[in-house]
């Protein structure tokens, strides 16, 4: 079993963990947020989304967050762009990299965004031809690849399909969502396997909700495929709409906790990664949905 030497991470938490958020987020706080990771030695942040506020109101505030980031050198900053709109509004902003996104489930696509895959693939068509003709990265998000809260289980087929039409569109890298968590090993092994028939293995990474618990599972899975990119959000910042209480992304910590244990790089500083989760759990005033973080942080105290 050969597994990568090293693993890119891209924290979704700024953006996808905390768009659900009821309560308000400032934009002071996002950018701290985004200041903490970057000193924990993430070099991939998914900062925020150009969307109308009035569909996402957490996010009415992205020109100010982009703009109040002090910038490092080597970090990429993306940004999500669902429609032509929002990409011309994200170009104030200077992003590196900006993402659209597409379900796997044709049920999910309708109820998410009101419109089929195939049309959905054709309204990112000229935002991916604008962003590339500037020299912008695209990365797809592929959402339901293994299961939807309205079909239950996908077939590879769907995913395989979805693959191809991104990667038409000139998507240049796609992330594998496991959107509602329920996804096992082999079937998250068997969605990544559906979409490298069209995308080359250092342009796929995967995106793992926990809400079975089964997170971790399907990254060894994906480590076990030479899969070397994940998302991950801090404290695992991000709830899933479709399962009432369930967690949502898998945490940056219990992610890192695991790569450092088997030896593989990440070049992140879990103790740093630790704090910048405690300083927005503290914010949202509850406890870090991170098992390692948590755990942790209690042997310091101790």
């Given amino acids: 079993m050969k597994l990568p030497a090293h693993v890119k991470l891209v924290d979704v938490g700024p953006r996808d963990g905390l768009q659900n958020e009821k309560q308000p987020v400032p934009a002071a706080i996002k950018i701290e947020l985004v ?3 970057q000193d924990a030695g993430l070099k991939n942040i998914e900062v925020t989304s150009f969307v109308s506020p009035k569909w996402v109101p957490q996010m009415a505030d992205n020109l100010e967050v982009m703009a109040g980031i002090r910038r490092q050198p080597g970090v990429c900053y993306s940004v999500l762009t669902p429609n032509l709109q929002g990409f011309e509004a994200s170009l104030d902003s200077h992003p590196d990299e900006i993402v659209v996104f597409g379900a796997a489930s044709e049920a999910f696509s309708q109820r998410n965004i ?75 092994q068997r969605a990544l396997e559906a979409t490298l028939r069209h995308f080359d293995i250092n342009d796929i990474s995967g995106h793992f909700h926990d809400t079975y618990g089964q997170a971790l599972a399907n990254t060894l899975a994906s480590l076990e495929m030479g899969i070397w990119q994940f998302d991950t959000s801090v404290a695992g910042l991000g709830g899933c709409p479709y399962a009432k209480g369930a967690t949502g992304n898998v945490a940056s910590e219990d992610v890192v906790y695991l790569l450092h244990g088997m030896g593989i790089a990440t070049g992140i500083d879990l103790d740093k990664l630790i704090d910048a989760g405690q300083f927005i759990s503290d914010f949202l005033g509850r406890n870090s949905g991170s098992r390692a973080g948590t755990a942790l942080l209690n042997k310091r105290a101790g």
Wanted: hydrophobic residues 40%; positive net charge; aromatic residues 2%.
């Fill in 35 to 37: 200041h903490r990771l």
């Fill in 114 to 188: 009101n419109c089929s895959i195939a049309e959905s693939i054709e309204r990112f068509r000229p935002v991916v031809e604008a962003a590339l003709a500037r020299g912008i990265h695209v990365r797809g998000a592929m959402s339901c690849t293994v299961g939807c809260p309205y079909e239950g289980e996908i077939a590879p087929e769907r995913v395989e399909m979805l693959a191809r039409l991104m990667k038409g569109i000139g998507v240049q890298h796609v992330g594998v969502a496991d959107t509602i968590g329920v996804g096992t090993p082999l079937k998250v």
